[in-house]
């Protein structure tokens, strides 16, 4: 089964600051996803990364992908309030059906 | 365009009783996709399903578990006897071809008293 980490678990970062969300995961994917939940809310997809060395950034969020190291990286620039909310990548299996998902990293922006 | 569509949104029964929970696609998709969030996890894939067939059921509990995909009407994900280890969020997703994004519904709660 294909396993997919993250790291932290938790971050508690203060305004205006810088940090990335690690993405690691287990076998060869060739699709990963990141998705952002509120809490009591549904998932919303960010990014989608499709091939090696993929780079994709919206706001102050930026996602990029190493197929080779089986990692995904989330950084997060000059965080704001907003961006507090409960962070997943999700990997997509071989056979294309299954999203493995990660465990999450819970961000708490303090002003 | 109406996003992924599940109600209940919560949902509360006894131990023993039956759960019925229903998802519909957004339009034009015909991948569903069911998976379970117990609090403070990540999500873990059930099943997938196309209009009348079962694609992959690997993550579903072989008992009292099952779900459908009729021709019409929603995708029903059916829990019977439900028991306190079964309360969680499940969520539906949809997608427009197996391959593509997944976007989720609101999901719905489900608590076994």
Redesign the interface.
């Known amino acids: 089964e294909l396993k997919v980490e993250q790291n932290p678990l938790f971050l508690s970062m203060q305004e205006g600051k810088n940090y990335t969300i690690y993405c690691n995961y287990s076998t060869t994917s060739d699709r990963l996803y990141w998705y952002r939940q509120d809490p009591g809310k549904s998932l919303e997809s960010l990014f989608v990364l499709l091939s090696n060395g993929a780079v994709k950034q919206e706001g102050r969020l930026m996602a990029s992908l190493d197929t080779k190291a089986r990692l995904s990286t989330l950084h997060i620039t000059a965080a704001v309030h907003d961006l507090s909310a409960t962070y997943f990548c999700a990997v997509v299996s071989n056979t294309g059906n299954q999203f493995y998902f990660g465990t999450g990293t819970s961000l708490t922006v303090i002003p | 365009n109406a996003g992924v569509m599940q109600n209940p949104r919560h949902l509360v029964r006894r131990r023993g009783q039956e759960a019925r929970l229903r998802c519909s696609p957004m339009k034009g998709h015909s991948h569903v996709?069911w998976?379970r969030q117990l609090p403070e996890?990540?999500?873990?894939?059930m099943v997938?399903l196309q209009k009348e067939n079962i694609?992959?059921e690997?993550?579903m509990p072989k008992e009292r578990f099952s779900a459908e995909f009729p021709k019409e009407g929603p995708s029903i994900l059916r829990i019977q006897q439900v028991v306190r280890g079964d309360s969680a969020a499940y969520?539906c997703?949809s997608s427009r071809i197996?391959?593509d994004?997944?976007?989720?519904?609101?999901?719905t709660r489900l608590t076994v008293l």
């Open positions: 996709y998976y996890e990540g999500l873990k894939f997938y694609i992959d690997s993550g969520f997703a197996g391959i994004t997944q976007y989720f519904g609101p999901g």
